[in-house]
T-cell receptor
Framework: DAKTTQPPSMDCAEGRAANLPCNHS???????VYWYRQIHSQGPQYIIH???NNETNEMASLIITEDRKSSTLILPHATLRDTAVYYC?????????????FGGGTRLMVKP | GAVVSQHPSWVICKSGTSVKIECRSL??????MFWYRQFPKQSLMLMAT?????????EQGVEKDKFLINHASLTLSTLTVTSAHPEDSSFYIC???????????FGPGTRLTVL
C-alpha cells in the first residue's frame, strides 16, 4: 500500500474548520484513502474514506485532488472533543488481509 | 451497530505471569480480527491477523509463542501475552472486519502494565 505523509501536529480554534492535509503521491488506481482518528487512550475511530470523488458524512468531508496524490480531511466546525490524532491511510482494494498500516498521523489540538 | 469490545480495559500483572485479552464483535460476525500494539506517543503497529477457525498470521518480529492468538468463533478473539515482562507493557487494540465488508471497527483498547 502507498505511504502517506502528514504534518505531525496542527492547531485549530474551536468553531472553525479544521483542514488536515495528507500527501499520498505514490497512490495507485485501486487504492482508497481512509481517515481514522484516535482520541487519547481510546481505539481508532473510522471517519470517512474515498476513491476519486469527494465524500461527505456526518463527521467530515474528504476532498481528493484530481490527480489523487493528496487529500484533505475537513472538520467543518471543530469542537474541543475533536482533539485527537488523525491518521490518513491508503489501502488497496486488493489488500488480501485488509489490514491497515498506520503512519505517524497528525495531532490536532482544538483550542477554545 | 459495528461495536467491538475489549476486556479487560486495563490490567496490571507481575513479571512472568500470563495475561489474556478478549476482543468481541457485539453486533456482527467478524471473519477477520486484527491485533495491534501501541507504545506511548507512537502509532499503532499491527501484530497479527486472525481469521476465524485458522491459525493467526504474525507480522515480522512478533513472537507467535509469546503472543498466543485464538479466534475460535465469529465474535471472539483472544490474545494471551505469555510470561509477560515490563517491556510488554503497552496499549493493545483489536479490530474486527465483517465478512463481505472492507471497513474495520476498533475496540477501545487494553492497557497492560507489567511490573
Amino acid at each position: 500500500d502507498a505511504k502517506t505523509t502528514q504534518p505531525p501536529s496542527m492547531d485549530c480554534a474551536e468553531g472553525r474548520a479544521a483542514n488536515l492535509p495528507c500527501n499520498h503521491s505514490t497512490i495507485s488506481g485501486n487504492e482508497y484513502v481512509y481517515w481514522y482518528r484516535q482520541i487519547h487512550s481510546q481505539g481508532p475511530q473510522y471517519i470517512i474514506h474515498g476513491l476519486k470523488n469527494n465524500e461527505t458524512n456526518e463527521m467530515a468531508s474528504l476532498i481528493i485532488t484530481e490527480d489523487r496524490k493528496s487529500s484533505t480531511l475537513i472538520l467543518p466546525h471543530a469542537t474541543l472533543r475533536d482533539t485527537a490524532v488523525y491518521y490518513c491511510i491508503v489501502r488497496s482494494t486488493n489488500n488480501a488481509g485488509n489490514m491497515l498500516t498506520f503512519g505517524g498521523g497528525t495531532r490536532l489540538m482544538v483550542k477554545p | 451497530g459495528a461495536v467491538v469490545s475489549q476486556h479487560p480495559s486495563w490490567v496490571i500483572c507481575k513479571s512472568g505471569t500470563s495475561v489474556k485479552i478478549e476482543c468481541r464483535s457485539l453486533d456482527f460476525q467478524a471473519t477477520t480480527m486484527f491485533w495491534y500494539r501501541q507504545f506511548p506517543k507512537q502509532s499503532l503497529m499491527l501484530m497479527a491477523t486472525s481469521n476465524e477457525g485458522s491459525k493467526a498470521t504474525y507480522e515480522q518480529g512478533v513472537e507467535k509463542d509469546k503472543f498466543l492468538i485464538n479466534h475460535a468463533s465469529l465474535t471472539l478473539s483472544t490474545l494471551t501475552v505469555t510470561s509477560a515482562h515490563p517491556e510488554d507493557s503497552s496499549f493493545y487494540i483489536c479490530s474486527a472486519r465483517e465478512k463481505g465488508y472492507n471497513e474495520q471497527f476498533f475496540g477501545p483498547g487494553t492497557r497492560l502494565t507489567v511490573l
